[in-house]
């Protein structure tokens, strides 16, 4: 174990120009411009995805919560990152005063502290919504190993960098006799395990979508998403790069590479959250930018195409024309749960994240009882006896109560002032 410090050889020092102190080459503006830029976007559209899926939707998930956390590592990351220029990074090192020894090195054990779990939550939260969009149980157990995976890899990781040095503190006091692990092997092991977790990550549903079939503007959709997610893992291998450069042993300008170093470490942090946060802001534009999406929206799809049904949103405007329950009246009829996937033809808005894809194996129709029995005497159905709808969706399940009011003939509970009835009430 070893440190190569900053002292270089005699012959390198020969070769060096006379320092700069006063106006030394540098690269602030690139990393300022580029680094304050994408977190700001990031944030924007963080904030966007949470008022869409908390108000619009009302579907906020976990998924949700870890990417909110990974956001304000990203935003600890990038302030940490901006702090760079100003001891040192980003500047030759013929260029690099004494004096910024100790804070840039605790800066960069900063950094490295930041960046782990801002790219490990980020990464949990895409497997745990794939975890509530897709039903297949071989496929969960993809995503609980690619959970596993992360959670190890990320655990590994921050053990590593508070080892670095043994104590810490002579990793930038080096008054104090220490002892080093090789920089440069141990973060490019972890650059490329980290690079892998990304290409697990993003490339993991192609095998469930790749044989459904979808409308032209829904698998563009698609191919968009994965093109995205596509960045993150070129942005991790050009990481791995400027590591292997960084650390090399025979590179004793290290402190000017580091300057893209602190940049692609902010890219892939930040396009992580922005890639996985861009499909949930489809409810949004449906309401304020329609003009964005399709004129037909909604209305008309490809002959022979899956329609994509909404799944979690139900708002009260579109729930009093859902179903018309008949037998009310009749002796024991309290309490029943309505299984479904399709309310009425007014909720064929695909406003729902869970939809990116059509829905596949579910009901698209039919009553249940609370007992867990479905008979066609105790419900009607609307649109159809109970078909399935091909594609990947999420079952549902609303109850709904109604009074046991003595009609003398079979009434339509939708004819009153409410949703329902003057008299029904559900419960959602």
Not at 271 to 289: E, F, Q
Not at 369 to 396: E, H, Y
Request: hydrophobic share 40%; glycine share 10%; net charge positive.
């Amino acid at each position: 174990m070893s440190d190569r410090g900053t002292r270089p050889p005699p012959e390198v020092l020969a070769s060096w120009p006379a320092p700069n102190y006063v106006n030394p080459e540098n690269q602030t503006a690139q990393l300022m411009a580029i680094e304050i830029t994408l977190c700001t976007v990031t944030t924007i559209v963080m904030m966007l995805r949470l008022y869409s899926r908390g108000v619009l939707t009302k579907s906020i998930g976990s998924d949700d919560w870890l990417m909110t956390g990974a956001l304000f590592f990203a935003i600890g990351l990038t302030t940490a990152n901006c702090l760079a220029p100003q001891w040192g990074w980003g500047v030759h090192l013929y260029d690099f005063r004494a004096e910024w020894l100790v804070p840039a090195r605790k800066l960069a054990v900063a950094t490295e502290s930041l960046f782990v779990p801002c790219v490990g939550l980020a990464k949990l939260s895409i497997l745990v919504f794939y975890h509530r969009v897709f039903s297949s149980k071989s496929f969960r157990w993809f995503v609980y190993a690619g959970i596993a995976y992360v959670i190890a890899y990320s655990i590994a990781s921050i053990i590593t960098i508070f080892l670095q040095a043994i104590p810490l503190r002579a990793y930038w006091d080096k008054s104090i006799h220490g002892k080093f692990i090789d920089g440069q092997l141990a973060f490019m092991v972890f650059g490329v395990l980290n690079c892998l977790s990304d290409l697990y990550v993003f490339f993991l549903p192609i095998r469930e979508v790749w044989g459904i079939q979808l409308p032209k503007k829904q698998r563009l959709g698609l191919i968009f998403v994965f093109a995205l997610g596509s960045i993150v893992c070129i942005a991790g291998i050009i990481r791995i790069y400027y590591i292997w450069v960084v650390f090399s042993p025979t590179n004793w300008d290290f402190t000017y590479q580091g300057g893209p170093l602190y940049i692609v470490t902010a890219i892939e942090g930040d396009l992580g959250i922005l890639c996985a946060s861009l499909p949930a802001l489809k409810p949004l534009l449906h309401r304020y930018a329609p003009g964005l999406l399709s004129s037909g929206h909604g209305r008309s799809r490809p002959s022979g195409a899956s329609p994509s049904y909404r799944l979690s949103s139900y708002d009260a405007d579109r729930r009093r024309d859902t179903r018309r329950i008949t037998g009310v009246g009749m002796p024991g009829l309290a309490s029943y749960k309505l299984t479904s996937s399709v309310t009425s033809p007014t909720m064929l808005n695909n406003d729902s994240e869970e939809n990116i894809l059509p829905l596949q194996g579910q009901t698209t129709t039919g009553w249940e009882s609370a007992n867990g029995s479905n008979d066609g005497s105790t419900g009607a159905t609307s649109g159809g006896n109970g078909g399935v709808a091909n594609g990947i969706g999420k079952k549902v399940e609303i109850e709904v109560t109604v009074e046991n009011i003595p009609y003398s003939k079979e009434e339509d509970l939708e004819k009153g002032p409410g949703p329902m009835s003057p008299t029904g009430h559900r419960r959602i």
